[in-house]
């Protein structure tokens, strides 16, 4: 079991930076694959960036690849999504997710996550 509890969202303005964090409880987090997925109003939860349990992999959407940057502690069971250069298309509750099946390859797909917290809201102003 892993329990997630996300931080750091809020407001900014276009062209500013926000760290999401996630900090996860349970003996499962470090080999889960992490997950940042993020939902705008009357939209589907999309993939933003995926870390695999070690760190050594990352994946990212092409809508954000260049400015968000998702990496993990182990020691202190966080995840982390360094998020760059917004842009009002941004705008969501951003949510991490948790896939404890750590052999397979690190999934991209919101079905295939097992755990999730609750969200924190981006919103970004132009």
């Known amino acids: 079991q892993v329990q997630l509890v996300e931080s750091g969202g809020g407001s900014v303005q276009a062209g500013g930076s926000l760290r999401l964090s996630c900090a996860a409880s349970g003996r499962a987090f470090s080999r889960s694959h992490m997950g940042w997925f993020r939902q705008a109003p009357g939209e589907e939860r999309e993939f933003v960036a995926a870390i695999s349990w070690s760190g050594g992999n990352t994946n990212y959407a092409d809508s954000v690849k260049g400015r968000f940057t998702i990496s993990r502690d182990n020691a202190k069971k966080t995840v982390y999504l360094q998020m760059n250069n917004l842009k009002p298309e941004d705008t969501a509750v951003y949510y991490c997710?948790?896939?404890?099946?750590?052999?397979?390859?690190?999934?991209?797909?919101?079905?295939?996550?097992?755990?999730w917290g609750q969200g924190t809201q981006v919103t970004v102003s132009s």
């Open positions: 997710a948790a896939d404890s099946r750590f052999l397979t390859p690190v999934a991209l797909q919101p079905h295939e996550y097992q755990y």
